[in-house]
């Protein structure tokens, strides 16, 4: 049985400024993915606060917002048969230098903050992070 799914990406501030969005934007649909909609955005910080809010007790909280709130990104909904993992394993781990081989974050992240790329980690979490950046 077919299981369609949607999930988000946000291609992040040091991806995007290293002009990096489409060549990620071309691994996504090379491996089958389908950008059903995106924008290029800047956050504001409580913008940021409200996306990470799971991550609001943890001691990276306030850099994480700052920086995804430092300059432009681009959000955008992927679709593709069981899409949340297929971008999870596309992504690779959350540490670029434990990401494996072939994945974005090994290609393109720079650190754990700086890893270029971020991605939904449930079915659950992705419709609330599409309706975040989506709903109008
Ligand atoms: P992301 O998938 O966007 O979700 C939360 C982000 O927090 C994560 O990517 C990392 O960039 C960032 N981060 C910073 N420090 C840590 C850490 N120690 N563990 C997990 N994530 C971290």
Redesign the pocket.
């Known amino acids: 049985m077919s299981n369609v799914e949607q999930t988000l990406s ?1 291609i ?1 501030p040091d991806a995007v400024e290293r002009n990096l969005d489409d060549k990620i934007k071309s691994v996504f649909i090379n491996k089958g993915f389908k950008i059903v909609k995106e924008k290029k955005i800047k956050l504001e910080k409580e913008d940021a606060e409200k996306f ?1 809010k799971v ?1 609001e007790t ?1 001691p ?1 909280y306030n ?2 917002c700052e ?2 709130s430092s300059g432009l990104i681009v959000a955008m909904v992927l679709e593709k048969e069981d899409a949340v993992l297929a971008n999870r394993k596309l ?1 690779g781990a ?2 670029p230098k434990k990401a494996e081989e072939g994945t974005l974050r090994k290609q393109f992240g720079i650190s ?4 270029s ?3 939904s ?1 449930s079915i659950n979490n992705s419709k609330i992070e599409i309706d975040f950046f989506f709903k109008d």
């Open positions: 946000i992040k990470y991550h943890k990276f850099d994480l920086y995804l992504m959350t540490d754990i903050d700086k890893n790329i971020h991605g980690d």
